[in-house]
């Protein structure tokens, strides 16, 4: 089979597509025919070596969407997907035409989405579930997202609306304010984030009770536009990891920072998620993701020099030669 390898990591330059045997299943896996795989910055910083775990040579790659071409007879051919911590750091991934998965690691496809938007979904998705959930985001909430456009801030824009939150998109272009909305969402332009508490209290006068900064340059900003007892919840740091916290505006909020990584949720329990998150896509409740950009599998070394670069946009590797 072909796949995407790294051998050491530190630098993108470790990439290879490579012949390698397909894997086989050992008791209690399945084999799944990769059709489309979803690549995350994660992925492109695992082979880059910010994650000092990582085992080598490794297979890279998260998400994915297929076919299970091996194991218990009645699942055979089924159509799944789903997502991992391990997937490309200490188990062999996605960015292959095949893999291997623990049985329960696997999900039902949703027959509402096609294979590359299923691969889409995984890790944008599986952490703004996280954040949600761990946040306690329910019907009424007021619900903040800064970097509402990203794949992991539209995904929390979506899932807060089915829980029934009053959710707003914090955006920093006229553009993409206009997309959002263009999608029947409200968002708000902020260039700085020192604007952000004015913004945010010109439309709850109370605060929010969440806000979810996918882009991790708001903390400080976001403590001020809390309301009492608000949760602000993190999935990235700014560069060099440490920013200021106004940890006297926080405490008389009774305010709450939660750290969201979804490297701490292997496959089996990501896709009792997306079985819920499913659901949602079933039901109508979910919009189909778009707006990503396919790429078929002997172009992947140069989609990851693309999303290193800053390359907007979600991409989704197709894996038919």
Same mark, same amino acid.
């Given at each position: 089979m072909l796949a995407l390898t790294f051998g050491r990591t530190g630098d993108l330059s470790a990439l290879e597509l490579l012949e390698v045997p397909a894997p086989e299943p050992k008791p209690g896996e399945v084999v799944v025919r990769i059709v489309a795989a979803g690549l995350n910055p994660s992925d492109v910083k695992n082979v880059r070596g910010s994650f @000092?775990?990582?085992?080598? @040579?490794?297979i890279a790659g998260r998400d994915f969407a297929g076919i299970v071409a091996r194991g218990p007879a009645d699942f055979v051919g089924?159509?799944?997907?789903? %997502?991992?911590? *391990?997937l490309g750091f200490t188990r062999d991934g996605t960015h292959a035409e095949y893999v291997a998965l623990p049985l329960e690691g696997v999900s039902r496809k949703p027959d509402a989405l096609g294979f590359e938007q299923a691969a889409s979904v995984g890790v944008p998705y599986t952490?703004?579930?996280?954040?949600? *959930?761990?946040?306690?985001?329910?019907?009424?909430?007021?619900?903040v997202v800064i970097g509402a456009t990203g794949a992991v801030g539209a995904a929390a824009m979506d899932l807060a609306a089915w829980r029934g939150a009053h959710v707003v998109g914090v955006v920093r272009r006229h553009e993409q304010r206009l997309a959002l909305e263009a999608k029947g969402r409200q968002g708000v332009t902020v260039e700085r @984030?020192?604007?952000? $508490?004015?913004?945010?209290?010109?439309?709850? *006068? =109370?605060? !929010?009770?969440?806000i979810v900064d996918t882009t991790g340059a708001y903390l400080d900003a976001a403590v001020h536009a809390l309301a009492a007892e608000g949760r602000v919840a993190v999935i990235? !740091?700014?560069?060099?990891?440490?920013v200021a916290l106004p940890v006297?505006?926080?405490?008389?909020?009774?305010?709450? +920072? +939660?750290? /969201?990584?979804?490297?701490?949720? =292997?496959?089996? %329990?990501?896709?009792?998620?997306? =079985?819920? /998150?499913g659901a949602g896509f079933t039901l109508g409740a979910l919009p189909a993701p778009s707006g990503f %950009? +396919?790429? @078929?599998?002997s172009g992947a070394v140069a989609a990851?020099?693309? +999303? $290193? $670069?800053?390359?907007?946009?979600?991409?989704?590797?197709?894996m038919a030669r």
């Open positions: @000092p775990y990582t085992t080598v @040579p490794r089924a159509a799944v997907w789903g %997502t991992g911590g *391990e952490t703004a579930w996280s954040a949600l *959930e761990r946040c306690d985001v329910s019907a009424g909430d007021r619900v @984030p020192a604007a952000l $508490a004015d913004a945010v209290l010109r439309i709850f *006068e =109370d605060g !929010a009770n969440v990235t !740091a700014a560069d060099g990891g440490t006297r505006s926080l405490y008389r909020r009774g305010g709450v +920072v +939660v750290g /969201i990584n979804s490297l701490l949720y =292997d496959s089996v %329990t990501c896709a009792k998620v997306l =079985d819920r /998150i %950009t +396919v790429t @078929p599998l990851y020099r693309d +999303v $290193a $670069a800053g390359g907007a946009g979600k991409r989704v590797l197709v």
